[in-house]
């Protein structure tokens, strides 16, 4: 069973467009974060929700939308893709409180803007 | 802010060697965690190594070890007995203890290469 799996694994798309990426976790942790590798493999924090509430969001553009329906879900929307958010995004998952227990990371989704 | 460098973009050594990757970090924090993950071609990112700041004894697991220098802010990581596998870039990672704001910082990564 993946333990953090996110949809899709590559998304390519025109400049201007819509889209979300999916990404869901069994591991019963209550937090879960969007990285974003650009590409020079540099990984940076975007968003981090604990039990569905929004509690880091590192001055990313209001384009994105970070949604948690409940929390073993988090899902990242961005309106008007722009070439620069070509990437790789990470989805990951913690339990709070536990310091010492790793990000279990996803397998990446790729994003490319034409 | 916290800050995490990684001074050696590239590395490269023959197999069966021994490789240390170096890492320092700046933080006023005196609890804090630090984590060696390493991201293979395949793109996952795989968790190698983790130190507690308030821990004296340095991790190690298996062929994987740290010299952690709380002192001097550095956590090196050492790689034994180098394997064809172990080609990947190495982040070193930072960790406040913050309940609910536990984001990690990374360093820029090694790409280390081994050679057969």
């Known amino acids: 069973d993946t333990a953090v799996s996110q949809t899709p694994k590559y998304l390519v798309t025109q400049m201007g467009n819509d889209k979300s990426i999916k990404c869901e976790q069994n591991?019963?942790?209550?937090?879960m974060y969007w990285y974003k590798q650009d590409s020079k493999k540099f990984l940076k924090i975007m968003f981090s929700?604990?039990?569905?509430?929004?509690?880091i969001n590192e001055t990313v553009p209001n384009r994105f939308s970070p949604k948690s329906p409940d929390k073993a879900h988090l899902n990242l929307h961005i309106n008007s893709l722009e070439l620069g958010d070509s990437a790789v995004y990470f989805c990951?998952?913690?339990?709070?409180?536990?310091?010492?227990?790793?990000?279990?990371f996803g397998d990446g989704t790729r994003l490319s803007i034409l | 802010a916290q800050t995490v460098t990684q001074s050696q973009p590239e590395m490269s050594v023959q197999e069966a060697e021994t490789v240390t990757l170096s890492c320092t970090y700046d933080?006023?924090?005196?609890?804090?965690?630090l984590f060696w993950y390493k991201q293979p071609p395949s793109r996952q990112m795989i968790l190698v190594i983790r130190?507690?700041?308030?821990?004296?004894q340095n991790a190690t697991e298996n062929r994987f070890s740290v010299n952690f220098q709380k002192a001097a802010k550095s956590f090196s990581l050492k790689i034994s007995d180098s394997q064809l596998g172990d080609t990947a870039m190495y982040f070193c990672?930072?960790?406040?203890?913050?309940?609910?704001?536990?984001?990690?910082?990374f360093g820029t990564g090694t790409r280390l290469t081994i050679i057969p």
């Open positions: 990951a998952s913690s339990q709070s409180g536990v310091g010492n227990q790793p990000q279990h």
């Open positions: 929700y604990n039990n569905k509430e929004l509690i």
């Open positions: 990672a930072f960790m406040i203890s913050n309940f609910g704001n536990e984001k990690l910082t």
């Open positions: 130190q507690e700041a308030y821990k004296q």
């Open positions: 591991l019963g942790h209550d937090t």
């Open positions: 933080t006023s924090e005196s609890n804090y965690y």
